[in-house]
């Protein structure tokens, strides 16, 4: 993948994530609302995340909150140059996911006080998954994928080295 792809898959990224947002916050006013149920597995839920994903590190002092972005935005940093180093397709879309996803929860930090905009909750057979957004839905998959590329990287070199399994 070429890196103008990349980027206009990082583009793609935060305008769904944003319009996602916009709507639910503006439109279907769902900090009102708190919980609809839509389907017997799916619900908006309004939830408003202090911390990274899963909730995890939650940052409830301004110190804290400045702490998390100041570590976002290096990651961010980081992922950018990494992407336009990255010549291998699959690799280039990982980086793109989680990149796109970062940079969308980065923004909502600032337009909202330090908090992520979350409200996707799947659940079932009395099991709550967290409650999520689009950004996090990229990350997750962006992280995925880059897991499975760090797993399948050295198959990938011994085959692309010239020689086949069989040694031939």
Do not use: C
């Amino acid at each position: 993948m070429r890196l103008p792809a990349a980027l206009w898959l990082v583009i793609g990224i935060l305008i769904l994530d944003r319009l996602s947002k916009w709507w639910i916050l503006n439109i279907f006013d769902l900090p009102a609302r708190q919980d609809v149920a839509v389907l017997p597995f799916f619900s908006l839920t309004m939830v408003w995340n202090r911390g990274i994903s899963l909730g995890l590190f939650q940052a409830d002092s301004e110190a804290g909150t400045w702490l998390l972005i100041a570590v976002i935005s290096v990651i961010i940093a980081v992922l950018a140059v990494w992407l336009y180093r990255v010549r291998e397709g699959f690799l280039a879309v990982a980086i793109a996911l989680v990149l796109g996803g970062a940079i969308g929860n980065l923004i909502d930090r600032f337009l909202y006080d330090g908090a992520v905009a979350d409200f996707v909750r799947l659940h079932a057979f009395g099991f709550s998954f967290y409650v999520f957004n689009v950004a996090d839905a990229a990350i997750t998959f962006g992280v995925i994928a880059l897991l499975w590329d760090a797993l399948r990287s050295p198959q990938k070199r011994n085959n692309t080295s010239g020689r086949n399994s069989l040694g031939g």
